[in-house]
């Protein structure tokens, strides 16, 4: 199961280096897998909108986009994807920018075309590892924004969870075993289940809540799914016929 290192530390103080909590979860038992970097830290990469598409006059699969990236200038930039429309948000690469594979974008022409810059997909942007084309942001994006804003820089931490351990299935679960492990406080809130009565056993659909009650570190909620009148005269304190 893959954790964000940026998600834990909203739940507990993590040690620190990365290579630190990793060494604290596995000698706990808890084996990390993999570990991983996200996020897109460039330089010059800002959100723009695309205004204007129209195709390349010297090659059939290029377009050539006209996009807004908050300067107060329109750029042109050649495109090979397919799979936006106008009004579109997308990242834009500017001349300077330097992607993943130390790919350098400058200002160049494509196919006799004038290119200031390049429109990235998420593969480009080290934020995926496949991509079929641009990655189309929010419309709620503002123009201009950089890229990192978007996509801050994560560790994921890859972990084997074992059978016995499914405490450990989410954020709150693995921040709290770091908390134990490292005596450090945790900020999440215990979960609280609502107590139910017996009213709860006429339900629509022929089915109730036996009982629901919480601990510090686990909670339990006994459903059962059909009706057992002889269960339910046990319970009021009547005998089985």
Same mark, same amino acid.
């Given at each position: ?80 994807? #397919? ?19 130390? @790919? ?18 998420? #593969? ?7 991509a079929a084309g641009l990655l ?56 609280? @289940?609502?107590? @139910?009565t017996w009213q709860a056993m ?40």
């Amino acid at each position: 199961m893959k954790f964000s290192v940026n998600w834990l530390r909203e739940f507990v103080e993590l040690p620190p280096s990365i290579d630190a909590l990793a060494e604290l979860l596995t000698m706990s038992g808890v084996e990390i897998e993999g570990i991983q970097k996200r996020g897109a830290d460039f330089d010059k990469v800002v959100v723009a909108q695309i205004t204007d598409s129209k195709p390349h006059p010297n090659a059939d699969r290029l377009t050539v986009c006209v996009v807004d990236d908050g300067s107060g200038t329109k750029r042109q930039i050649v495109c090979g994807a #397919k799979n936006y429309r106008v009004g579109d948000k997308v990242p834009l690469a500017l001349p300077g920018a330097e992607l993943t594979g130390g @790919l350098k974008i400058r200002a160049s022409k494509l196919r006799g075309v004038e290119s200031e810059g390049m429109l990235c997909s998420a #593969k480009e942007l080290g934020v995926a590892e496949d991509a079929a084309g641009l990655l189309i942001l929010s419309p709620e994006a503002k123009i201009g924004t950089p890229i990192r804003d978007l996509f801050p820089v994560d560790t994921i931490l890859d972990v084997e969870i074992t059978p016995n351990r499914g405490d450990l299935l989410s954020h709150f679960g693995l921040a709290r075993e770091i908390a134990a492990l490292t005596n450090k406080r945790f900020v999440g809130q215990a979960l609280r @289940l609502p107590r @139910l009565t017996w009213q709860a056993m006429r339900l629509p659909y022929n089915s109730f809540v036996f009982d629901s009650f919480a601990r510090k570190t686990h909670a339990w909620q006994i459903i059962f799914t059909k009706r057992s009148s002889w269960s339910v005269r046990r319970r009021r304190g009547s005998r089985r016929p």
